[in-house]
C-alpha cells in the first residue's frame, strides 16, 4: 500500500482554527471576567464552530496517521481527540446548566491546553 503524503493544507486549516479558537477564548475569558455577559453567547457560538472546523480538518490528517505503523489507541491524536470530545461534551454540560465560572475554567484551562498539545504533539510532527 502506497502512503499518500499529508496534505499541507490540512496542517493550515487545524493551526489557523486553533489561533481563532484561542482568539474567542481570551475575548470570552476577558468579558466573562468583566461581568459583561451581552456578547458571550456569540463569542461562545463562534468557539465551537471553530471547534467543529478544527474537528474537520483534523479529521483529514486523521486518514493520513492511520497510514503510520506507530497509530493506535495511545497515539497523541487518539488521545488528544478522545479528550477534545470530552472537553466538549463537558462544556455542552456547564453551557445548558450556564455555569459561567465552569465554562472559563473549561476553555481556559482545559481547552486551551489541549489544543497547544494539538500544536506540539501532532501537528508540528506532520509539518514537512
Known sequence: MEIQAVNPEHIY?????????GEGIAAYIK???KGQFDSLDEIFLEIVE?????????????????????????????VLQFQLLTLLNRLSQAKQRN???????????????NLIRWKQEVLNLLKP
Open 13 to 21: 486549516l487545524c493551526e489557523t482554527d486553533i489561533e481563532k479558537i
Open 31 to 33: 468579558l466573562g471576567s
Open 50 to 78: 471553530n471547534l467543529s472546523n478544527f474537528i474537520k480538518a483534523s479529521s483529514a490528517l486523521k486518514i493520513y496517521l492511520k497510514q503510520m505503523d506507530d497509530f493506535n489507541k495511545d497515539s497523541p491524536f487518539i
Open 99 to 113: 455555569d459561567l465560572t465552569l465554562i472559563m475554567d473549561i476553555l481556559e484551562y482545559e481547552l486551551f491546553e
